[in-house]
């Protein structure tokens, strides 16, 4: 079978994607609110998945509390290294912040082997010792999160916000609910929805949206 396929230009292939995407939401009479719209388009345009329109949740002030960490040079905490991948390390570096997964480290393998648990677990508790205004940013492992609400109750980590959207089938839903109720800033995909390319998507946009505000 033959097509005939379009020629777009690979600068305008993003910009004809959010296009649709706000067709779609107004076919769908979805208005999002305009603070958090960009946050949430970019999750549609990163899964073609429409229900973030209505999965992703928002603490109050989670949006000011992450540019204000990332104006003050806030480090990224991520669970995978898909995700720190996907993060845009260049505008991040122009804020003064990094990208750190500890996932690989050969400490964190060995600590968890030792503690019987899981490598995401021991992540959060080494990140918990960075002398840094942190942003954790969680789309794999509902262990990091069961931990990081245990480190966050006992005083040992206060993070500048949590971005809470593993993807799965088991405790995923539960431990999305601990972050929600921890009394920490928290952007979270209620439900089994996620994963290391959202997580990314949604600090990309946080970033995006920075650097718009201060061009």
Request: overall charge negative; glycine content about 8%.
């Amino acid at each position: 079978m033959d097509h005939k396929w379009e020629y777009v230009l690979p600068g305008e292939i993003e910009k004809r994607s959010f296009s649709i995407i706000e067709s779609e939401l107004a076919e769908r009479g979805i208005e999002l609110d305009p603070d958090k719209a960009p946050v949430i388009k970019r999750c549609i345009h990163t899964s073609a998945d429409f229900d973030y329109a209505d999965n992703l949740c928002f603490s109050e002030s989670a949006l000011e509390a992450a540019w204000d960490a990332i104006r003050g040079g806030a480090w990224i905490v991520t669970d995978t290294q898909m995700a720190r991948a996907g993060i845009n390390k260049k505008l991040l570096a122009h804020f003064g912040g990094q990208v750190v997964c500890f996932m690989s480290d050969e400490d964190v393998a060995a600590a968890a082997k030792a503690a019987g648990t899981t490598r995401a677990a021991i992540s959060m508790q080494k990140a918990a010792s960075l002398d840094k205004p942190l942003i954790f940013a969680i789309g794999n492992a509902p262990t990091a999160l069961i931990e990081l609400d245990k480190l966050i109750q006992e005083g040992r980590v206060a993070p500048e916000l949590v971005i809470g959207v593993p993807v799965g089938f088991v405790n995923v839903v539960e431990a999305k609910e601990l972050i929600m109720e921890s009394g920490v800033p928290y952007i979270v995909a209620r439900g089994r929805k996620g994963g290391s390319n959202i997580a990314a998507a949604i600090c990309n946009a946080l970033l995006y949206e920075l650097g718009k505000q201060e061009s």
